[in-house]
């Protein structure tokens, strides 16, 4: 492990429900893309013994177990993939760092910033044994995003001055739809908070390298009470929306709003950044797609410019198809699990670092103090 | 006036900058449309005595004048327009009205919140003698947006829960641009968030019927100083981004952003109005279109629709052109004229109020004074 | 009349129905934004006085006429405006000209080769005295399809080799939608070909200053009877849809591609011209929008990029709005009227031309007579 | 083979271009995502040894051979996936099928009319043991496409009157890219006509059920030498472009319009359906969009519907992510493979089967021979 004669690595995958599916499908087609040494997928473990053992079957799994700790205690495992509900990811995490495995964790690292910085720790220790670990804020591994990244940080935007970033969804339209973990703050923390927040302040962090210095927020929860399977009303304890202002490093601001509750938005995570020199546009309903304007084209011939970021000089796309042929969402995983491997090859740490996930929970517990905050609100007269 | 026999009405127009412009071009143009009543373009009122004849020449005005008190007092006037910079409307409509006009006035209604009161008053007062006024938050009379309008008031979005309101602009990002009024606190009272944010406020009103209850708001300016047209460095004393989440009544909630400082952005106000049942979309640059998502077409075939709202039975369009022939922005000026004429001749209250105006400009000054509330900042922890 | 000291022109207009109405606002306009001679909206011919005497009212015109021979003779008209179907455009244009008046007709300039064959005889004698003439292809005066040619002329595109030009509307889907004079070969000349065809074989020739050598084209009716006002069914002697493959001039191909019965597509007029060096695209129904591609952008960053083309420095913008501000459909009277008076003022021959016209005319008949011709056709061996 | 107690299938593929690399994602993925029998990709064929077997590593096959005949005579391969270039496909197929291996060929079925008809006729003799054939129109397997498809048929656009499709691409743009396989007819048969316009015809069969009963056609090519990988000028044999009119059969007609020479278009196929009834449109750079007009929808709230084609009831959807989450191009390949393996489990006809491919044929030849006739082009008058 971390050895570049390392010519294959065994996965152990913590959870099956619709995120192990897509880590699934990730590191099943890493290695065709990319040539990385072999991925056998051996371990995946779920608390219901049948439907794990039957996951496995259908995903490709070697084996199947009940109890993670049996996978970060198996010597042949090299990496532990963690798709569990936030609660349990510390816990998972660290036992695993410390037994010498290779960890990503799927986002967000944790419900609390108690455990995220108990992860932090644990990462920085291994890291200094050659153990790598990361937090999968997989929307970094888009390559019309990381396409984004090179333009901004190549000086195509000038300076950042504003960023406008949402991430709308509209599954929680239908006042019918069932209670779920994702509904209560005990298991998921928050909700769309951290659900979808969380994304676009990484990504805020990432392709600017600013940091949040100042926050406003407002939380609102629209449908209080869902029924479960049975019918069973119970109490939504998190928020359906969450909108916030965001006072950035260098003097920027930005605008981030997120819900679950907007009709026809099926999977908008929106970015618009707008520089001193030009801006660019994203929306991951359409993720192939880059739109760049710069203000320095031609008078009279300016305007947004729609990159098909689909090339093969584009990040990523050569080890896919030819110009024009479209990538789906799953790649985000399979790009992800790339750079991974790559850093345990290289020893070079790997990135969204634990403390990168860190720093996204602290930003998010900021908001949501905000708006806890009676005060913030000015009322007009009338 | 006021009176269904009068067939003709005398315009006299106060300013004769950009908007002069503008208004000019619906005074010229809504009779043919609409079959209004005759207008006669009879005056037109700018400090610089030649370059008014010019543009009076230029535009089709009868007559032009340096002082707006002769248009108030010539009792051939039956209708005084007011387009100049915000600090001088109070004075010009309290008298018009006074003297027994109906006035039309530019956005914003005015500088302070002391002056919109007492142009309410004023307002009131008149009404009360068949005497009209009405401020030409001229977004209201795009056909996409009274469109928006007539589905929301007949429940097809059901209950809004939250609104994305946003203006951005791009003519400040050139930091030599020269200093002009509109970068000066004194004449202009705010900077975008009075120039567009006032648009986007009176949209959330009109277009939902829901009042603010509470607001945080961030105001920032990115180019502090420009030159005047000597070369000279002034300060700029207004803001070039604002920011504001907004309560609004019944538990919904409200995202503004507005500046002039997004390249490529050359005019996008757009909104995004999101209830239980379905969502609305719209982008002023492409101001013929409304885009619906209804939740309750059938299931696979739901998506968001492109209304080009250019039918006949689309509101004014009947005035206009074939199906798909496109209108400009400049009959948001035209229609807004229709409407005012309309109300002189029926009687009926003019639309959008003094008191719609007073309205907005109060939650402006709540967002101002909340962003001069440092205490509404929340720091993450790092 | 072509002296530049004359400081109005009075124009006379014959024909009154949609186009009537659309070249009123044209007429009304120019002079506020271009800062032409005065135009005077002297006089409005159709055969129907009462109602003639009405619109003539509504839009502005002094003097109304029933026979437009009267307005021929007024030796104080100086333009005569020809709207009317264009079996009757030959008649009315040649004895205007020959009675010493400016004359601009409506598209298609005649329905046959050998009335538009006279008209050019007539307006190249004219243009020896001074006196202009043009035909109406308004679409040369969209903005965006002036900066098109302005890119195209300047090389940008390198050598064209490939057009795709379509004119889709869905007015004829209804089978309910009555008969007129439209669908009637008499009257009409042709259907759609004649109707949406003609402009786009005139922007073709515009655009890309290449001519047509060859082609093969596919005329069919799919509506074959329609009702007229009183319910009584009338034969449709007209096509709905012209579909035609043309060679072009230096070795280039185009598609063209017209219909009334594409459902949803109010008034799409769309154009993809192909070079060596790179492309364009527009289409009608957002008419203020030019995307264009440049094969020499940085490898990596190419795109389609949409220009808005609504700033002052894009063809006719400096007259209208500040950049985003869009502007409609009628301002391609006004901008093709700005020119023809710019021509009349300089002598300079105006454009487009009736020599402009007969070329499309017979492209036109070229592909009516290529669908006449059964043995175009080849048959799959099944 | 053919029988449901099979709970796997060996699958060897001929060809490891860019097409294996494609064919072999698909073969991965295949079980994961719908539940079939388990695949083993067990052996790839390619004329290089050493290239081949690196490929074979790379993308997961347990074996390489160099010549195809090897796994045709294999007893224990049960389907033949053939991804070579078209003047191989008729004696890879036949001899598979005559072996008793289901055999799925990459389109076009062959590149003449006598070998698509021996292909048909094995095809036929094979189906009557059970053993099924396809082609692999992979574009039919798109989940829009799909959605179209059951559109279509449930009558939702009334009688279908007129296509428009095209297949648009700029990789030929480029002077200098070398020649190849595919620019030389005695290896593809014919340029973009084969490449690119058999989807589009294929499409058009298959989504309307109507056959082509005339066509009119051109082809052209616009750069007739590229250099080969020395350096040395070979000649272009195959057309760049290729245009046609499509007689269908029940009145309708159809436009085709293909290029690999139009910059900026990096994989448009576009196809827009206009019916009696609606409408749809779909571009395949955003493959998981169908825009839907209903003429049917309530007056002044039509228009064109973007249905993002990613939800659990959409067509094969429920295999992959939650709402919105976009999917790529290589699962066309998956899900036709997903179509392949049922026909074999069900012993229902595969489809698109070996006639589908020789109807696509026989229209491209007949397009072909219009293109070398003539007396198809009519001369404008000038």
């Known amino acids: 492990m971390g050895d570049s004669q390392v010519k294959e690595f065994r996965v152990g995958m913590i959870g099956y429900g619709f995120m192990g599916r897509a880590h699934s499908q990730g590191w099943r087609n890493v290695t065709a893309a990319f040539r990385t040494p072999r991925i056998i997928m051996e371990s995946i473990v779920g608390r219901d013994s049948a439907a794990v053992a039957r996951v496995a079957s259908e995903l490709g799994w070697n084996r199947s177990h009940t109890d993670w700790r049996e996978v970060v205690a198996d010597p042949t495992i090299d990496i532990v993939d963690i798709c569990t509900p936030g609660d349990s990811h510390a816990d998972i995490a660290i036992a695993a760092l410390e037994a010498g495995k290779h960890v990503i964790v799927e986002k967000p690292l944790a419900n609390t910033l108690g455990e995220s910085r108990a992860m932090v720790a644990a990462a920085e ?132 709003d997120v819900t679950r509750n907007a009709p026809g938005k099926k999977n908008e995570l929106s970015l618009g950044i707008y520089g001193t020199k030009g801006s660019i546009s994203f929306n991951l309903e359409n993720l192939n797609e880059l739109w760049l304007f ?89």
């Not at 396409?147 to 901004?152: G, N, V």
């Not at 947004?304 to 990523?316: A, C, G, N």
């Not at 720093?359 to 949501?368: G, K, P, T």
Request: overall charge negative.
């Open 125 to 256: 220790a291994a890291q200094a044994r050659g153990i790598m670990s990361a937090v999968n804020f997989n929307y970094r591994r888009v390559p019309a995003l990381m396409l984004a990244k090179q333009l901004i940080d190549g000086g195509r935007l000038g300076d950042v001055l504003h960023i406008r970033g949402a991430y709308l969804q509209d599954w929680l339209s239908d006042p019918n739809l069932p209670m779920s973990w994702r509904l209560q703050k005990e298991r998921a923390g928050t909700g769309v908070l951290g659900d979808l927040g969380a994304h676009v302040v990484d990504l805020m962090h990432h392709l600017t390298g600013k940091s949040v210095e100042g926050v406003t927020g407002h939380l609102r929860t629209f449908t209080h009470q869902r029924p479960d399977e049975n019918g069973k009303l119970g109490t939504v304890t998190v928020d359906d929306a969450a909108l916030a202002t965001l006072a950035l490093s260098g003097g920027a601001v930005a605008n981030l």
């Open 294 to 382: 710069d203000r320095e084209d031609p008078a009279g011939e300016q305007g947004y410019r729609r990159i098909l970021v689909t090339e093969s000089q584009h990040p990523y796309l050569a080890a896919w198809w030819p110009d024009g042929h479209i990538i789906g969402w799953e790649h985000t995983f399979t790009h992800q699990f790339f750079e991974f491997l790559t850093s345990i090859e290289t020893g070079k740490p790997a990135s969204p670092s634990f403390a990168d996930g860190h720093a996204v929970q602290s930003v998010l517990e900021a908001i949501a103090a905000s708006a806890e905050n009676a005060h913030t609100l000015t009322a007009p007269e009338q």
